[in-house]
């Protein structure tokens, strides 16, 4: 009954992962290949507010300044990001790597707290064995960061395709 529950378990998960790759939750491939810029941001956004744009305007224009700092701020860490990938390869691929974990470690949180709403743990609860639980979770979570992964290396060397030799940075 067990195996039964497993094989049901998996077939639903990666039924998700299909879901999320190929038909469209754009909110989970949002935050799966651009959780590191947005959380950039947000920390950015929330830094400005209090330290800077509320001390030195009022009204509306506060949001002004949050928005113009935060936007730098991105484009600056995309800048600093690209340029790391692109003279640092195997540095680059680590960054890369951790960034596609974290992001999918959030979606898979994001799941399990929906579709497990009691759920003491962060993880989706397959197994009664807390720490063989644990290790399917996170071999289960492996997967879909290995395609996020090989997605963003993709995305980050067509651009260094289309960019051509001309550097701005150097």
Not at 36 to 42: A, E, L, Q, T, Y
Not at 66 to 73: K, P, R, T, Y
Request: hydrophobic content about 55%; glycine content about 4%.
């Amino acid at each position: 009954m067990e195996t039964i529950i497993f094989v049901l378990a998996l077939a639903v998960l990666f039924f998700l992962i299909g879901l999320v790759f190929y038909a469209g939750f754009s909110g989970f491939k949002f935050v799966m290949f651009y959780f590191d810029r947005f959380s950039v941001f947000v920390l950015t956004w929330y830094n400005v507010h209090f330290k800077f744009s509320l001390k030195i305007s009022s009204g509306k224009a506060v949001y002004f300044w949050d928005i113009l700092f935060s936007v730098l701020a991105v484009i600056i860490y995309s800048a600093i990001f690209n340029r790391l990938c692109r003279k640092f390869t195997i540095l680059g691929k680590i960054f890369n790597f951790i960034i596609s974990l974290i992001g999918t470690w959030f979606a898979y949180y994001t799941l399990a707290s929906i579709f497990f709403p009691t759920a003491t743990t962060y993880f989706i609860p397959l197994l009664n064995n807390q720490i063989a639980n644990e290790l399917l979770n996170y071999a289960l979570l492996l997967i879909p960061t290995f395609i996020v992964f090989s997605k963003r290396e993709e995305a980050i060397m067509e651009f260094f395709e289309g960019e051509g030799s001309s550097d701005i940075f150097d």
